[in-house]
């Protein structure tokens, strides 16, 4: 989802971000509650050009199971930052995709299921 994204581009913009902490899902911080839980630290002032966040995952604030730093240029071309501290920045490539060409969404979002999902015999068929 996307709802996010300007979210994001307030802690990319207009703030110093510093860094994100999510808790580990399975580690529940809230007894009442199923949510994900994120600390997110800033400094109100605009971010320098060469900003980097830190992003750490589980355990405790101070004694996180992972640790990755990116930097906030990195992060303006990434759509989900939940992959951090986990996995690296993704590659940026000059390499047109389907998504360059199509709009693609799935069967379920186009309501018409059928034209999408067809039997073995209905696919040799056509």
């Known amino acids: 989802m996307n709802y996010g994204w300007e979210v994001k581009r307030y802690l990319l913009e207009r703030v110093t971000l510093l860094r994100i902490h999510r808790f580990d899902p399975d580690d529940v911080q809230f007894a009442d509650a199923l949510v994900s ?18 992003f750490t995952f589980g355990r405790t604030l101070a004694e996180p199971k992972l640790t990755k730093t990116v930097s906030a240029q990195a992060l ?14 993704r590659r940026r490539s000059d390499t047109p995709t389907i998504a360059d060409f199509f709009k693609i969404t799935r069967g379920l979002a186009t309501g018409h299921n059928r034209y999408f999902i067809v039997s073995a015999e209905e696919l040799a068929e056509r």
């Open 37 to 54: 839980s994120v600390v997110v630290w800033f400094r109100n002032e605009a971010p320098p050009r060469d900003n980097s966040v830190t």
């Open 76 to 89: 303006t071309h990434e759509r989900k930052w939940t992959r951090f501290p986990e996995s690296e920045v």
